[in-house]
Every structure is written in structure tokens, then in C-alpha cells.
């Protein structure tokens, strides 16, 4: 494969097609990313600032643009880019404030006269990153990556390849030197030359968990670092004290967010008996409600999914449960990548829509006795990235938090990213963090530094 061709999923139309790049002109832009790196690295912290706040000023100037080219790109509804790029901002700025303190020097008290950790960058990272959230998986990589003095490469989806070189552009349009933010238009097979070449010195996934069991596979081959933030389906737990007034909005949307693609997305509901009827009936109403359109309407909640063979995948996962016994109480109808926002109940623990991530518009309704059984069945995954649980007694909860095994545990509120917050899963959700001060340490040197006279 020489080229790759962008569709637009909402309506079918061939957008543009790319040119990819050789192993000669892929080595040309390595050596670009090292070179760059050494001077880089010695530039002053606040000089970095200043370049990322730049950043953060020109998306939010942008927003409108990019929210346009990701409708085009993937099919996110406009109002829904244009929040992503104002998060964009939002990491950029959170980096450019805070990377001076996380990056200091932190002294240790020993016998030496002097002694400290000192962190240092590693070099040219990385990034592999998928569609769903084009800009914002990207940026809250890049951002701490740059600002710790290394210097970035992006693999990005094919599908979101225009994305991929306006983020390129917009680096250097704030005043990053060239080569510290590289965008590489290469194909799958080309992947392994560059974790394997001695330049990069480490990588960052997002994306699914078989792509991230292959993406280690090489890196541990090579000795490199990974940071993996694979897939996960994660469970909402609904007590029957949850107030489903106030909170059954924040239900619908963890699930429903993005069309579904979403890997923090609700995709399990596990509601004790005693609320199910009333949850349902709630859960269905606000459903029923969203609107589906066009993703240049402003009014348009979901739209599309980004393409016809995602939305054909969560076809089969849906058909092989409803074989298993699942019912449809509202949904599933498909037209190309368009899938109708989807609600399945008599759900068990066998059938796809639960041992999987369902990564489209599917919510999975599961049914259980009381609170134990809803935290046991909560625990019954593969997958680590984060659960949601709600209930008025929040002393309660936060007793349980050690009951699941993942990344994250949110009370009364959908699993989310936040800058201040690190970022990432447990078990086949991968390892690593992103976000907050951890983000920053992936990947820097943790040196210690022993001063005696």
C-alpha cells in the first residue's frame, strides 16, 4: 500500500488521498527528530512554556476549523470538536504552567553532601494514536512529552490523516522548531523499522488490545519503553439508592458519548433489581431523546460511526448476543456507518456485549440482587480501564474502591480525563499513565545524582 484514501463515514465521499512515505524519507525524518532533540533538550524550560502556550492560543482560535475537519474526518458532531479542542488547550496550558515544578530537581537526604533525582528527557518518543478523539489523543500526549525537552513522531489513524498533519502544522506555527513535532504518513508494516531503530527511544499507544499486545511485543524486543492505553468496558454500577433524577443524564451520555467510541465509555450497566424497572424505563426516555444527524448540525448529539466496517463489528457483537438471549428494547437498526444509538437488556456475563468493549452506540443492561453481586460482576472483565458508580451513600462507596481493579473509580459521575488526573488501566486495558504530574514521567531518566567532597 502507497497511498490511503480518507472518507467521510457520515455521507460515503472519498475526502482525499495521501501519498505514504519511504523507508529512505521515513530515515531522513528520523534523524530530523535526533538532531533536533539535541537541541531541544537544552532549551529553556521557560522558553518551551512560552511555545506551548502558543499552542494553546491557536487552537482555541482554530476550534471552529478543527471541529469542522474531524465532522468531515470521523464523524464527531461539531459542538462535540469543538469541546475537544478546548480541552486541547486546556492540557497545553496545564503543561505549560505546571512542567517547570513537575520536571525540578527533587532532593533526597543521604550521607553525601548533596543529593537529588535529576530528570532527564530520553529522546524521540513515538506516538501511535487512534481516531475516536483525533486531537486529544494526540495532545495530551505531545504536551508533556515536549515540554520534558523530547521530541515527538505521530503515527496517526489513517482515517484521521488530515487531522494528523494540521496538528503538525500547528506545532509549527506556534514557533516549535523544525522536527520536534513530526507527523509520519507511513504505512502499518513500516511501524516496526521505527520502534526498532536506536533513535526512537520510546513509545506511547492508544488503540485497541490487540494492536497494544503487538506494539509491546516489539518494543520489548527492542528493549524500549511502552506506554499502552488500550480498550475497556467499563461498568456503571447503579445502587438502589442512586438518584436517577438527578444523575440518569450522566448515565446515557457515559455511554452514548462520541457514538459510543469512546474506550472510558459506560458499557456495562449493572443495576441492582430493586431500581431496574424505574432505570429502564429513564434510561430509555433519555436515549430516545438524543439527537441523530448530520455532524455539521449544531443541534446533531450522534451522528455517525467512523466507519462502515466499526459499525458492521458491533453488528456481529450485538447478533451473536441477542443468539445468546439479549433482547433489543430500543435500537439497532444501521444504515452504512450511521447505528442507531442502541439499548439491550437480559444481558449475561457469556455474551459478547459483556466479555468485550462494544465500541459503538450499545449500551448492555445487566440485572443482580444487591450491591456485593453488582461489584462482583462488575469485577468479571478482561479489561481494567475505569468504573462508575452511583449511589447517594458515598462513604460507602468510597469503602469499595479497592473492590475493582481498574485505573479509575468515579462516584456519581462518568469516567472522564482531566489534565490534573492521571490516566490509565489496568489488566488487557494496558499500563502506564498519562495526564497530570505521571504523564510527564513516562518518559524522562529519573537520575540520581550523588555529590561528595
Known sequence: MSTITTINPYTQEELKTYNLIGDADLKQKLNLADKQFQSWKTTEIQDRCSLMYKVAELLIERKETYAKLMAKEMG??????????????????????????????QLIETEAEESFIS??????????MPWNYPFWQVMRFAAPTLMAGNTALLKHASSTTQ???????????????????????????????????????AVSLTGSEGVGRKIAEIAGKNLKKV???????????????????KHIETMAWARMQNAGQSCIAAKRFIVVEDIYGEFLSKFKAKVESYVVGNPMDKKTEIATMASVGSAEDVGEQVKKSLDKGAKVLYGNKREDARYQPTILENVTAEMPVFKEEVFGPVAAIIKVKDEDEAYDMASKSRFGLGSMVFTKNIDKAKKRIGDIADGAFFINELVKSDPRLPFGGTKASGYGRELSKEGIMEFVNAKTVYIKK
Open 76 to 105: 464527531k458532531p461539531i459542538t462535540q470538536g469543538i469541546s475537544e479542542i478546548e480541552k486541547c488547550a486546556w492540557v497545553c496550558d496545564f503543561y505549560a504552567k505546571n512542567a517547570e515544578d513537575f520536571l525540578a530537581d
Open 119 to 128: 530528570y532527564d528527557p530520553l529522546g524521540v518518543i513515538l506516538a501511535i
Open 163 to 201: 487531522c494528523a498533519l494540521e496538528i503538525q502544522k500547528l506545532f509549527e506555527d506556534a514557533g516549535f522548531p523544525e522536527g520536534c513535532f513530526q507527523t509520519l504518513l507511513v504505512s502499518h508494516s513500516q511501524i516496526e523499522t521505527i520502534i526498532s531503530d536506536d533513535i526512537v527511544k
Open 227 to 245: 506506554v499502552l492505553e488500550l480498550g475497556g468496558n467499563n461498568a456503571c454500577i447503579v445502587l438502589k439508592d442512586a438518584d436517577l433524577d
